[in-house]
């Protein structure tokens, strides 16, 4: 079966999970890869079976270069330890999950990998990443949007997954279904402190309290699991390393400063809610 044609299968058979992010009514119909809303509004399945959502068009600064770098180092199980402990934390892996900024869509994937069935939708405001994630896999249903005016009909999701990746909490709390989890993982202070050292462009430590603080303030009973660990990269990830993030853009890259980022320092928090406790 082709991909648009899946994706066509998938939406006949869970088109309740969406709305229409114009009028916010449900949708009525998928027909001839196009979706329709009860005020007759359209969008289109792409050849690759995903869909497009944003209302105007949005500037990233993604590029397929770099988002093949991450998508590369992503691969090589740069993130697997804090995604292991990411799997734990998930309390109905037969449910439906959101990968709310979900990049070229590696973590859901590696998740996947691990064990979580049911329904994963991974979207983001980047068409590039949506386009590279939906050429590489298979298991997860890619769509652009934005997360301020989502195409997801309330208390839909059994869980949210947010990696690194900016939080709308009054989206969150209407997506979700009424026991539900939001899992969302920040950078802790150390977070690829080679990095941060070695391009000299910002040395200091990375301060999440202000987005924790955040967090604690919608699910007073969260948890809070802090995760630290290095993983060398091979000769030839490195450039894909600092290619990966805007801290690596724009430094002048001598091999004697790629020679110090051998071994990285991935420190982050794992941050879970309950809706349960709303
Ligand atoms: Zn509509």
């Known amino acids: ?41 359209h969008f289109d399945l792409s050849k690759k079976g995903t869909l497009h959502f944003l209302l105007k068009p949005v500037q990233s600064d993604y590029t397929k270069e770099m988002l093949l770098s991450r998508q590369r180092i992503a691969h090589s199980g740069f993130w697997y330890p804090m995604l292991d402990e990411v799997f734990k934390q998930i309390k109905t892996t037969e449910g439906v999950h959101l990968d709310v900024g979900c990049g070229e869509g590696a973590h859901s994937h590696y998740l996947k990998t691990r064990g979580l069935n049911g329904l994963t939708i991974a979207f983001d405001i980047s068409k590039e990443g949506i386009q590279l994630g939906a050429a590489t896999y298979d298991d997860l249903f890619f769509l652009v949007a934005d997360l301020a005016q989502s195409p997801f009909s ?45 391009s000299g462009k910002d040395s200091r430590e990375y301060s999440n309290t202000e987005v924790i603080r ?41 091999e004697n400063m790629k020679k110090q980022l051998k071994r990285i320092t991935i420190d982050m928090v794992i941050l879970v809610g309950q809706t349960s406790h709303w």
């Not at 999701?157 to 899992?183: A, C, H, M, W």
């Not at 802090?226 to 060398?232: A, E, I």
């Open 154 to 198: 309330e208390q839909s999701f059994d869980t949210i997954i947010n990696i690194l990746s900016p939080s709308n909490y009054k989206e969150f709390k209407r997506l979700l279904k009424p026991v539900g989890q939001v899992i969302k993982v920040v950078p802790g202070k150390n977070y690829l402190k080679e990095l941060r050292e070695v």
């Open 1 to 41: 079966m082709k991909k648009i044609e899946k994706a066509q299968l998938f939406l006949q058979n869970h088109l309740d999970v969406f709305q229409c992010p114009v009028c916010h009514s449900p949708f009525k119909e998928i027909t001839d890869f196009q979706l329709s809303c009860q005020e007759n509004h």
């Open 214 to 254: 955040k967090f604690a303030e919608v699910f007073p009973d969260y948890t809070h699991i802090p995760v630290h660990y290095t993983h060398t990269l091979e000769d030839d990830e490195i450039r894909d390393f600092i290619q990966m993030t805007p801290l690596g853009w724009h430094a002048e890259w001598n």
